[in-house]
């Protein structure tokens, strides 16, 4: 059994900075694919960015240069770091995970872009 569990999210003012955690347990593999997806109010779920198994990173073209995931195998932990925040960028932030196929979900935590 995988679990993800996310911090970090909140309130920040548009222009502002967040850093998105997302510890892993269970059994899992450094090589497992790892990507940060939200959901904004109204709208579709989205991937955001992701680390693939050859330690590649993509990223969303809404989120390209300002957005910047990254990992800690040694501690299991996955990163969103988020810079120049807009208003457009409010969702629901949500860990991913695959591992051996199946997909985990972490609970989410809720970002706010707002004056």
């Known amino acids: 059994q995988v679990q993800l569990v996310e911090s970090g999210g909140g309130l920040v003012q548009p222009g502002g900075s967040l850093k998105l955690s997302c510890a892993a347990s269970g059994t899992i593999s450094r090589y497992d694919v790892v990507a940060w997806y939200r959901r904004g109010p109204g709208k579709q779920r989205e991937v955001v960015a992701s680390i693939v198994k050859s330690g590649r990173t993509n990223y969303a073209e809404s989120v390209e240069g300002r957005f910047t995931i990254s990992k800690d195998n040694a501690k299991n932990m996955v990163y969103l770091q988020m810079n120049n925040l807009t208003p457009e960028d409010t969702a629901v932030y949500y860990c991913?995970?695959?591992?051996?196929?199946?997909?985990?979900w972490g609970q989410g935590t809720q970002v706010t872009v707002s004056s």
């Open positions: 991913n995970r695959v591992v051996f196929g199946y997909d985990y």
